[in-house]
């Protein structure tokens, strides 16, 4: 029995190198021969290897990272054209870059890069090995209540920096709150792929042992309640948070036996910019349950 297991904890140790190799040399070589070697088995024998435990065959899996890399440039860089795009995920013209991207995503690449869609993203991009991999990471946790003062965002979600930068003021002035001391929390009051963007609220949050005081800024005090949560890590700059919450309810909500109590969800900023870099950053998503 230990034999089974520890040749099992190999198998995957071998394919967690794999798919390591395959995300940091995303423009290298990544064919059959190339990533069996990496693993070390037969290159007869990988591609069915590969399809079996990551749910794609590997063609397809590099494709789709690169799609990824592609889709996360175009939505954040403005200078990044559809034809540098189109290069960087290792296609030789940007019309077959586009006829991918679009079967894949739904979307045309300039489309998307004008007004991005994570929703559809996050709902098409499913390699049954990534959402296994993430609602593994899912732990139930019993969050404390915990005292907060609150700046409401109201309207598009691109201009929430707008309103962090006000809260950071409020902070600098009132001496509350201090960054360095206190916890960083967000509250989405709605879903930003599907409220319209003027309707769309959200609470930027850090946490008080004190009564808030009364200013201009328009901050208030808040109550995050206590509860059993279901929380999970993502990583990587927020613009993007919806690949780690969408397979939450999509894949493991529906397993778990759990049920959702009636609290939006919320985050816990456990990185500070700009001391880490975005692709560095984490954050904790908190899911509240009954």
Not at 138 to 148: A, Y
Not at 154 to 160: K, S
Not at 217 to 225: C, Q, S, T
């Amino acid at each position: 029995m230990q034999a089974h297991v520890d040749a099992t904890h190999a198998y995957t140790k071998r394919f967690n190198a794999v798919l390591a190799y395959i995300e940091t040399n995303l423009d290298g070589d990544l064919s059959v021969e190339a990533l069996s070697r990496i693993a070390n088995f037969s290159k007869f024998h990988f591609h069915r290897q590969f399809a079996a435990y990551v749910g794609v065959p590997v063609a397809r899996y590099v494709q789709l990272m690169r799609l990824r890399r592609a889709a996360h440039r175009l939505a954040s860089r403005e200078f990044c054209s559809v034809l540098d795009a189109a290069f960087d995920a290792g296609f030789d013209s940007p019309e077959a870059f586009s006829r991918a991207f679009k079967r894949a995503f739904g979307t045309a690449p300039s489309s998307f890069r004008q007004h991005p869609n994570w929703q559809i993203w996050s709902a098409t991009f499913v390699v049954p090995y990534l959402s296994r991999k993430l609602t593994m990471q899912v732990q139930i946790v019993d969050f404390s209540e915990t005292r907060v003062a609150a700046l409401e965002h109201c309207g598009p979600p691109g201009l929430v920096n707008e309103s962090v930068r006000k809260f950071i003021d409020w902070r600098k002035q009132s001496g509350q709150s201090p960054v360095a001391s206190s916890r960083n929390f967000g509250i989405p009051r709605n879903n930003p792929d599907t409220t319209p963007a003027d309707a769309f609220r959200f609470d930027i949050c850090g946490e008080i042992d004190e009564p808030v005081a009364s200013n201009v800024y328009g901050i208030r005090e808040l109550v995050i309640p206590g509860g059993r949560c279901a929380v999970v890590r993502h990583t990587g700059s927020t613009d993007h948070v919806g690949e780690t919450i969408y397979p939450i309810y999509r894949d493991w909500l529906p397993a778990s036996g759990e049920e959702l109590r009636d609290h939006p969800l919320f985050f816990h900023y456990l990185s500070i910019f700009p001391e880490t870099p975005q692709d560095q950053w984490q954050t904790d998503i908190y899911i509240p349950l009954v």
